[in-house]
């Protein structure tokens, strides 16, 4: 019988760490969720067609540990019909996101935009359901360019805190 050793195995190319993925999502959970109807019932039985929605998206990170990021992805939309707001719904959607091995300068894009990018389907559900909960249609988020977002934030970033 072979003794294993303790080592990890070398590959070819004498890298152990290539067995190791350069992000994984250790957890994911609400941080906070917010639903409002200012009209009630009223306002339901008012809403005869598609209300107007805006919908606002938001990431920041912070880091926990040695490679271990808290991520965070802030959606918030507000549905107009007429000239009353038929709903607002708010939701901070967090997750931890461990670092592989990758240089210094890729941790941040890789944070702010690969971890809202596996948390946005989840987070997009909870919005979903809790519309549909609070008597409207389902609302469907349309996908995000989180690269996008973050280049479009890059020069005001604030929302990562590594220290």
């Known amino acids: 019988m072979a003794e294993e050793s303790a080592e990890p195995q070398q590959r070819e190319n004498g890298s152990a760490a290539a067995d190791r993925p350069m992000l994984a999502i250790g957890a994911q959970y609400i941080k906070d969720l917010s639903f409002e109807n200012p009209l009630g019932p009223e306002g339901l039985a008012k809403l005869t067609e598609n209300p107007k929605v805006e919908v606002e998206v938001n990431t920041s990170a912070r ?31 967090g997750g931890i996101v461990i670092v592989g091995e990758v240089a210094e300068e ?10 809202p990018r596996h948390l946005f389907p989840f987070a997009r559900s909870v919005v979903a359901n809790v519309t549909r909960d609070g008597g409207f ?14 280049m479009e934030n890059d020069a005001a970033r604030s929302g990562f805190d590594i220290s």
Do not use: N
């Open 137 to 150: 249609p389902p609302m469907m988020i349309d996908p995000i360019d989180f690269a996008a977002l973050y």
């Open 63 to 93: 880091l926990l540990a040695e490679s271990a990021y808290e991520v965070s992805l802030f959606i918030r939309a507000e549905a107009q019909s007429g000239d009353a707001t038929a709903f607002i719904v708010e939701l901070t959607y």
């Open 106 to 115: 890729d941790i941040q894009p890789l944070v702010l935009i690969e971890g």
